[in-house]
């Protein structure tokens, strides 16, 4: 059986920028928490959507579009394909979810591996 | 292009105890606000996960082989297949995910329609 998740005691475990971690499986998705800080890169995922639920901080996702900024309790799914670099002027802990293996800068040369935690 | 979605600004809208309602989509997922109270019926998805986070209050997952509790920050997926009986003591608020079409009891015939908000 799988264990509980608390979101909070899973982010103690590490203080890095930009290294996701794994906490949970639903359905062949990575359930993730990951904190953030400065301006990611811009990308696309082209087969999946992007989910992002912020816990902490501010989040914003700037798109050709337009931005969204998020604060806690608030989440946004960047639709498959869309362009996106999210940027966080303070450090921002977030919940994501996306299918197991998929590259978080959109390409697997520059993505991490994401750890289990 | 999706909206940015506030999860206490959509719990808000509604005060009836579960009956799910979907705030976004992802890859063909219902993203779900529910408020909680008492004991649910005994069910299982032979086809898929289910994603619980507690937003506030505190639920108890009940299982064959035990049970767990969660608070607020608190996820736990329980496995597709697994027999499983959500009960709150106090109203608690969840977010869900699972696949578009999912039936809250498992059965489609007591299921309940899933609202959009």
Redesign the interface.
């Given at each position: 059986?799988?264990e509980?998740?608390?979101?909070?005691q899973k982010l103690s475990l590490f203080s890095e920028h930009w290294s996701p971690k794994i906490?949970?499986?639903?359905?062949g998705n990575d359930?993730i928490v990951v904190k953030v800080k400065g301006e990611f890169v811009w990308h696309s995922h082209p087969e999946?959507?992007d989910?992002f639920?912020v816990?902490k901080g501010r989040l914003t996702i700037r798109?050709r579009?337009?931005d969204?900024?998020?604060g806690p309790?608030?989440?946004?799914?960047v639709?498959?394909g869309?362009e996106h670099c999210p940027v966080a002027e303070e450090e921002t802990h977030l919940?994501l979810?996306e299918?197991a293996g998929t590259p978080n800068t959109g390409d697997p040369e520059t993505a991490v591996v994401k750890e289990k935690i």
């Open positions: 059986m799988p509980p998740v608390n979101l909070a906490v949970a499986a639903y359905n359930v999946t959507d989910f639920l816990l798109m579009e337009g969204v900024t998020l309790g608030e989440l946004y799914v639709p498959k869309v919940l979810i299918p």
